[in-house]
């Protein structure tokens, strides 16, 4: 199995910065795209920013400028630096990767729990 574990949610002020963080581990043979998705109370479920293993990225409109991910091959890790933070912000932020588990030849979807990102005005 393959585990993604997220740290670094918060309760911050409109104008402020949060950085999450999501390590990958388990029986990982290769980790492919790493990303973060966000979903809003009553909305659905919507793409922030992704990275390939190659450290191409890719940003949601509404977050461009403004978020930036990074990723750490060498420790399984991807992180997202939030600045200039919004009320609209406000969300559960969930860690997605696709990975292939060692012994296995399938490129499966991962999640993680959540955290919980809160941006008061």
């Known amino acids: 199995q393959v585990r993604l574990v997220e740290s670094g949610g918060g309760l911050v002020q409109a104008g402020g910065s949060l950085r999450l963080s999501c390590a990958a581990s388990g029986s990982i043979f290769k980790l492919y795209d790493m990303g973060w998705h966000r979903q809003a109370p009553g909305k659905q479920r919507e793409l922030v920013a992704t990275v390939t293993s190659g450290g191409s990225t890719n940003y949601a409109d509404s977050v461009k400028g403004r978020f930036t991910i990074t990723r750490d091959n060498a420790n399984n890790t991807v992180y997202l630096q939030m600045n200039s933070l919004k009320p609209e912000d406000t969300a559960i932020y969930y860690c997605?990767?696709?990975?292939?588990?060692?012994?296995?030849?399938?490129?499966?979807?991962?999640w993680g729990q959540g955290a919980q990102v809160t941006v008061s005005s």
């Open positions: 997605r990767s696709r990975a292939i588990r060692a012994g296995f030849q399938l490129l499966e979807d991962y």
